[in-house]
Every structure is written in structure tokens, then in C-alpha cells.
Nanobody
């Protein structure tokens, strides 16, 4: 397996913005869809957003907790995927992970949604985001 690297986390105030980056060795990201997830001590790893390999398709968590505030994008010339997070709230506090989807968001035989961890292959070790009120 390949180790991805997340960066850009930090400690901020409510209403601030952060941009997270996800990078991998070689050109691995350019050939895969990438998802962003987050996890806290009390919550399981939850889906945040995903983007196809060419950036033409994006999905966000259905709960609406991030829609309108978070934007996933990618720059394949730099082999990096971003998660722009605006108007951060204390409930966004978590460790954020990125992961590759080798099926490029196509139908997975065992997953019905993009939050299904089983469809993701390579992961990073996460970057911590802390939002204080």
C-alpha cells in the first residue's frame, strides 16, 4: 500500500478557514479519485467529500454539515488534492484523512455510497484540525 500525506491542519477560531492538502508518491493521485474523511474520538470515520481523477465529479456528505462551506478540488499538474474549509465550526474539529478510490467513483460491488470505507485503498495518517469557539 501507498502512504498518502495530509497537511494543512491546525488550530483556528470559529469562522476561520483552512486548506488541507493531500499528496502521494509519484503520480498516484492523478490516476485515482480521492476522498476526504474525518474522525474524532467519539465518532467513527465519516465521509466529507470525494473528487474524481479528472476533477469533473465531486460529492459531499449528505448530512449537509459541510455543503456550502467545504470545497474539494485538485491540481493534477501538482498531483495534489485540496479540501478548502471555510466558516469553520467547533464541530469540524477532527483528524482529517484522505484516501484513494481505485474505482474512480464508479459503482463498487460492496458499497452503496461514497462514505463506504471499503472502496478506499491507500490512506494517509491524517492532519488534525481544531476549531475553538
Amino acid at each position: 500500500q501507498v502512504q498518502l500525506v495530509e497537511s494543512g491542519g491546525g488550530s483556528v477560531q470559529t469562522g476561520d478557514s483552512l486548506r488541507l492538502s493531500c499528496e502521494g508518491p509519484g503520480r498516484i493521485l492523478s490516476h485515482h479519485a480521492v476522498g476526504w474523511f474525518r474522525q474524532t474520538i467519539v465518532k467513527e470515520r465519516e465521509f466529507v467529500a470525494a473528487i474524481s481523477s479528472n476533477g469533473s465529479i465531486t460529492y459531499y456528505a449528505d448530512s449537509g454539515s459541510v455543503k456550502g462551506r467545504f470545497t474539494i478540488s485538485r491540481d493534477n499538474t501538482k498531483d495534489v488534492v485540496y479540501l478548502q474549509m471555510n466558516n469553520l465550526k467547533p464541530e469540524d474539529t477532527a483528524v482529517y484523512f484522505c484516501a484513494t478510490d481505485p474505482l474512480n467513483l464508479r459503482v463498487h460491488p460492496y458499497c452503496s455510497d461514497y462514505g463506504c470505507l471499503r472502496r478506499y485503498d491507500d490512506w494517509g495518517q491524517g492532519t488534525r484540525v481544531t476549531v475553538s469557539s
